[in-house]
């Protein structure tokens, strides 16, 4: 399982859960949140994190106490995903479709081969298209509003 995190100018990180381990919330707190305090640290190293605000679904691990805590801690703010959203997910309604068909029929060898070509495909994705799907974002997001609450699929 790969766990990816991307922002208006590109990736953020993206993390390989090793073979056999669950994402818990111990994993997530110790492993991929400091990977993206990191990111933004040698990034912005005037500011870091302030500013900074995360998206994830609503999955058990990132729910944690533990999660929660590691979040405040390091300053990140998050923001609230309504549950069974995914038209409201930005990786969900732009980033894997994307992903999949590039990938699709591609034999790999061995693991490390999988996050190379992951890595070279969110590398090659324009900085443009990164900064187009938060305003496709915003927009779905007035969308809810507007019809209060409704699932959009295919917009």
Same mark, same amino acid.
Request: glycine fraction near 8%; include cysteine; charged fraction near 30%.
């Given at each position: 399982? $790969?766990? @990816?995190?991307?922002? +208006? ?7 390989? *859960? ?9 994993? $997530?707190? *110790?492993?991929?949140?400091?990977? @993206?305090? #990191? ?6 190293? +005037?500011?870091? &994190?302030?500013?900074?605000?995360? &998206?994830?679904?609503? +999955? ?15 300053? =990140? ?26 990938? +699709? ?15 070279? $495909?969110?590398?090659? @994705? ?6 187009? *799907?938060?305003? #496709?974002? @915003?927009?779905?997001?007035? =969308? ?12």
């Amino acid at each position: 399982m $790969y766990t @990816i995190f991307f922002d +208006a100018h590109g990736p953020v990180c993206q993390i390989c *859960t090793p073979k056999g381990q669950t994402v818990t919330g111990h994993f $997530y707190a *110790t492993v991929v949140l400091p990977e @993206i305090e #990191k990111h933004y640290i040698e990034r912005r190293p +005037a500011t870091g &994190l302030r500013g900074i605000k995360i &998206l994830h679904d609503n +999955a058990r691990p990132h729910k944690s106490k533990e999660v929660k805590e590691k979040i405040a801690s390091i300053g =990140l703010e998050e923001l609230e995903h309504p549950p069974y959203s995914p038209d409201l997910a930005p990786c969900d309604f732009w980033l894997f479709d994307g992903l999949k068909k590039h990938l +699709a029929g591609t034999v790999f060898g061995e693991r490390m081969q999988i996050g190379r070509a992951i890595q070279r $495909y969110l590398r090659d @994705i324009p900085q443009e298209d990164y900064k187009k *799907t938060f305003f #496709k974002w @915003i927009e779905r997001l007035k =969308l809810v509003v507007e019809h209060k609450g409704d699932y959009f699929e295919h917009l």
